[in-house]
């Protein structure tokens, strides 16, 4: 039985009343009554089906394509391989963006991957297609398959989507030279695969050089101008309709080759065409979570301080482009001490290029770091709890800023209070359950960082007294369809349902990216921004019309809410927006936001948002088989617009927490560089059976600086924190410190009976 608890709303903090309720999905009746018209529900009029023939090796040559057999397939209608792909306006290879990764569209006969498309198939029935690309029979040149993190490695200039690949503090050697105990311990990461529930596919239609595509998408707008570019038309002439999102996890952030080649095909044929990945096929061109191997290294005085930290990552790349695990990154941010370093180096593979996965470089760095600090804290006889606080952080570690808020303390006491921390024996295998199965708890912490990107929003307030606002925003699950029209409601002083929120549609302003948690903050800074605009001509024209109860007070004399602008310094004095408008002949009024941090924030602050978790496992003392049981967490994240989904949120990365720790890995064959878990039946991730018990706490917090809002995003910090928590209960389960993830059964087997 899943049992999953919650806290009651956040207390409502200065904004209006929409914010901070606990509103149900206002798709979600859509989505389970098969409403929800997703990218591939869409059958356009003489619609063509294409399928990319993908590799089977992962490096060499396609020597031999049998074209000919696969059109001559009964309604195959075109085959595009590097020999007849039309030119594209701008080179795939071409990086203008944050999110545009060198993507694989048959520029030519080179196999770089595994499931790299060597071909597209296009044909008017999705069978026709899959049978005419099987037909195709690819011969290879093949060339040994690189794999794994023993290979030459190289200093990378930028990690992630363009950070510094390092940072230091002190001097970290010196400071471990002299340090009174000092643990080092390497850890191993696993290659992750998104999985979201609605694979990669769009639908691309052409009308003249307009260009109308549904697809899922992470950032729309951005998206638009990309594929403008490779076409050669003005992004204006580019729509791309988003309005649901099946899971995007950031490998829906990136542009991909299947996305280019589609739409290729789309042009070539002057029809619409709709392409589809199979599952197997999303383990290659559309990014994965890259392999890490990380080295920890801690000094310590004799009562637990942390005097050094080094974490050094060596994470796989592809081939040919450079996005780089920042797995190290978050020893900057938590904790404490007076010498820290982190650094990065890759090792190119023969693999699709990684790529941003929910919290991207922090989960992977996290379990490492919280492992390693686990370490520590039983090389000094310490409670980690005790050990944390001792090494607490009260400005962030590298950068000396200041907290914008930082509600740590208070998330480690409501957590370890739910949970029953204080119970804890010190020592491993202490406790067993009445089955007989050993019982160990863990914790760690939790951090994210809080980055916003631009956006633009606009808001209208209509003489009924209703309003509209606009802006394009993704709902990928995380329930902005909901919270971006509280946001929305709140800036026009109205109630959620009197307001029309448009969204998901490349055609209104620009969301922003839903990505590095920060959505609800960028998209709704730049709501409610374009919702004072609108308020303020409103509040001219009452405060300027002697018939008006408003009369005088002046613009910064009257406040929005409820359909209505009262006066500041008479609440009783109020006319109703349908009022103001009717009298003066107004049909509406607009105003425009724009979204984005103030530099001057991010200059003086450190912004993040942070957590705890505790966890406890089961492990069979004769098998190895691990099981979490249970999961405490509580995160102190800002400002909170919808506790429910928030919730929700934080309830599916402590999920994935479990699964980082004990479930989720690639297996790569060696020999071939292929993925041999492809599919939904081998790639294991938790079902409700693994995750019994998970319960988020929200911690409430006060953020001045974030952003005007106060919010600070949930939707990556319930991995990190997490995974951390679980491995360290296998640890104080068995003794046995297991420092490659996810945690397997044999590496428990043999001693777990001991
Ligand atoms: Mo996220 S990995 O920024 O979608």
New binding site residues.
């Given amino acids: 039985m899943l049992e999953v608890t919650s806290l009651p709303a956040a207390p409502h903090m200065r904004y209006g009343s929409n914010s901070g309720q606990a509103l149900t999905r206002r798709d979600g009746v859509l989505k389970v009554t098969g409403q929800a018209r997703y990218a591939a529900d869409n059958h356009p009029e003489g619609l063509l089906h294409a399928v990319t023939a993908t590799s089977t090796i992962s490096r060499g040559r396609v020597i031999r394509l049998d074209v000919e057999a696969a059109k001559a397939h009964p309604g195959v209608v075109e085959v595009i391989t590097p020999a007849s792909r039309p030119p594209l306006m701008a080179d795939p290879d071409w990086k203008g963006h944050l999110f545009a990764f060198r993507t694989e569209a048959l520029q030519n006969d080179q196999v770089r991957y595994a499931n790299q498309p060597i071909a597209l198939v296009v044909a008017e029935t999705l069978e026709s297609a899959t049978e005419g690309a099987a037909l195709l029979a690819p011969q290879y040149e093949t060339e040994p398959a690189r794999t794994g993190l023993d290979l030459e490695r190289f200093a990378p200039e930028a990690v992630g989507v363009g950070s510094p690949p390092g940072a230091a503090v002190g001097d970290v050697e010196a400071a471990l030279g002299a340090s009174a105990r000092r643990i080092e311990a390497s850890f191993d990461t696993a290659a992750q695969y998104h999985n979201a529930m609605e694979p990669h596919g769009l639908v691309a239609a052409w009308d003249g050089d307009r260009l109308t595509i549904d697809m899922p998408n992470?950032a729309p707008v951005m998206a638009g101008a990309a594929f403008a570019r490779y076409f050669g038309i003005p992004p204006e002439n580019v729509l791309i309709r988003t309005p649901f999102v099946g899971g995007?996890?950031?490998s829906k952030?990136i542009l991909n080759g299947p996305q280019i080649l589609c739409i290729l095909a789309a042009r070539m044929l002057n029809r619409p065409v709709k392409l589809v990945l199979s599952r197997g096929q999303m383990y290659g061109p559309v990014g994965h979570r890259g392999q890490t191997r990380q080295t920890l290294r801690l000094g310590l005085a004799d009562d637990g301080q942390l005097t050094a930290l080094a974490h050094h990552a060596v994470a796989a790349t592809s081939s040919f482009d450079e996005f780089i695990e920042p797995a190290a990154a978050v020893s900057e941010l938590v904790y404490a001490s007076p010498a820290i370093s982190t650094s990065h180096e890759a090792v190119r593979n023969d693999i699709g290029t990684p790529g941003?996965?929910?919290a991207?470089g922090a989960a992977s760095g996290s379990i490492a770091l919280e492992v390693a600090i686990d370490e520590a804290a039983e090389a000094c006889d310490m409670d980690p709890l005790e050990f944390r606080l001792k090494n607490y952080a009260e400005a962030e570690p590298i950068s000396g800023k200041p907290y914008s808020s930082k509600a740590l303390r208070e998330c480690y006491a409501e957590a370890a209070r739910s949970f029953g921390w204080s119970g804890r024996p010190l020592a491993p295998r202490q406790m067993r359950d009445e089955a007989g199965l050993l019982v160990g708890w863990g914790m760690g912490t939790a951090v994210f960082h809080c980055p916003m990107f631009a956006a633009e929003a606009c808001a209208v307030l209509r003489s009924d007294g209703t309003g509209l606002v606009e802006t394009c925003g993704i709902d990928m699950g995380q329930g902005a369809w909901t919270a971006l029209a509280q946001i929305a409601a709140d800036g026009l002083g109205l109630d959620i349902d009197q307001v029309e929120f448009r969204s998901g549609s490349s055609d209104l302003p620009d969301g922003g990216i839903a990505?590095?948690s920060g959505h609800t903050a960028t998209a709704g800074m730049a709501i409610d921004m374009a919702g004072a605009d609108a308020i303020a001509p409103l509040a001219d024209i009452a405060t300027a019309d002697p018939a008006s109860p408003l009369y005088g007070s002046g613009n910064a004399g009257v406040v929005a809410r409820e359909g209505r602008l009262h006066r500041r310094d008479d609440e009783t004095r109020s006319e109703s927006y349908a009022d103001i408008l009717a009298r003066a002949g107004v049909a509406q009024v607009e105003g425009t936001g724009r979204g984005g941090r103030d530099p001057a924030a991010a200059q003086d602050h450190a912004l993040q948002a942070h957590g705890a978790v505790f966890a406890e496992v089961k492990v069979d003392p004769d098998l190895g088989q691990v099981r979490a049981t249970r999961l405490v967490g509580a995160f102190a994240a800002g400002r909170i617009i919808n506790p429910r989904l928030a919730l929700s949120q934080l309830h599916g990365g402590m999920i994935w927490g479990v699964s980082f720790a004990l479930h989720e890995a690639a297996v790569v064959d060696r020999r071939t560089g292929r993925v041999m878990n492809a599919d939904l039946g081998e790639y294991h991730l938790p079902v409700n059976a693994d995750v019994p018990s998970v319960e988020a706490l929200l911690v409430p917090e006060q953020d001045p600086y974030v952003n005007e809002l106060g919010i600070k995003g949930v939707g990556?910090i319930g991995i990190t924190g997490s995974a951390g928590a679980v491995a360290n209960a296998v640890w104080h389960a068995t003794g046995i410190r297991v420092r490659r993830f996810p945690v397997r059964i044999e590496d428990l087997m043999m001693s777990a009976a001991a």
Avoid: L, V
């Fill in positions: 992470q995007g996890f950031g952030a941003p996965m929910r991207p990505g590095g990556e």
